[in-house]
């Protein structure tokens, strides 16, 4: 997949180019709702969260900015808004995952056909794996629940002090890793 053919396509879906959406949608619908699924924990409620992602791309197209970075990580950004938020209104508390059970949310979240992008999220899951079981949890908390660090300091027990640094920790420290790829 090109940057580039992205970067046109949403372009084009600025101007209300139908066809260019719906290219975006076939490429992109498996990670938008592999990420919802895994904040939501339920497929109708990802469903209907990646249908809300995709009308959001509908509407705010012309809000990309390619400067800014690649379109999947804005859209991927929507798509987790769109899930927190579907959990907040339904006030659900989403349901812990095992710390050992990421590998489910990697499996589940890249599309498999695109090389290039299957070698950044292999990446990305190699580095989250590297990080300290503490750093790992608390990003695993806030990125993939949607809990806040109040939420997360309420949840494991610790001083909001405490998972401030580590989740600040954490994030330099899978820049690092990032930066060297």
Same mark, same amino acid.
């Given at each position: 997949m090109d940057h580039s053919d992205d970067i046109d396509l949403v372009g084009r879906v600025a101007k209300g180019d139908e066809r260019a959406f719906l290219a975006l949608y076939d490429r992109h619908v498996s990670r938008v709702y592999g990420l919802t699924l895994h904040i939501l924990g339920e497929p109708m409620l990802a469903e209907e969260a990646t249908q809300d992602t995709f009308l959001k791309?509908?509407?705010?197209?012309?809000?990309?900015?390619?400067?800014?970075? !690649?379109?999947?990580?804005?859209?991927?950004?929507?798509?987790?808004?769109?899930?927190?938020?579907?959990?907040?209104?339904?006030?659900?508390? !989403?349901?812990?995952?095992?710390?050992?059970? !990421?590998?489910?949310?990697?499996?589940?979240t890249p599309d498999l056909g695109t090389v290039s992008e299957e070698t950044r999220w292999r990446s990305l899951h190699f580095a989250v794996q590297s990080l300290h079981p503490d750093q790992r949890r608390v990003i695993e908390l806030a990125y993939y629940q949607g809990m806040s660090q109040s939420q997360i300091a309420e949840v494991l027990g610790w001083p909001l002090g405490t998972v401030k640094t580590r989740l600040r920790a954490a994030m330099e420290n899978l820049r690092e890793v990032w930066n060297e790829k």
């Amino acid at each position: 997949m090109d940057h580039s053919d992205d970067i046109d396509l949403v372009g084009r879906v600025a101007k209300g180019d139908e066809r260019a959406f719906l290219a975006l949608y076939d490429r992109h619908v498996s990670r938008v709702y592999g990420l919802t699924l895994h904040i939501l924990g339920e497929p109708m409620l990802a469903e209907e969260a990646t249908q809300d992602t995709f009308l959001k791309l509908w509407s705010r197209a012309r809000q990309y900015l390619a400067e800014r970075g !690649p379109f999947l990580s804005w859209l991927l950004t929507i798509a987790r808004r769109v899930a927190i938020d579907r959990v907040r209104l339904e006030s659900r508390r !989403p349901v812990l995952t095992d710390a050992n059970d !990421p590998e489910d949310v990697w499996q589940n979240t890249p599309d498999l056909g695109t090389v290039s992008e299957e070698t950044r999220w292999r990446s990305l899951h190699f580095a989250v794996q590297s990080l300290h079981p503490d750093q790992r949890r608390v990003i695993e908390l806030a990125y993939y629940q949607g809990m806040s660090q109040s939420q997360i300091a309420e949840v494991l027990g610790w001083p909001l002090g405490t998972v401030k640094t580590r989740l600040r920790a954490a994030m330099e420290n899978l820049r690092e890793v990032w930066n060297e790829k």
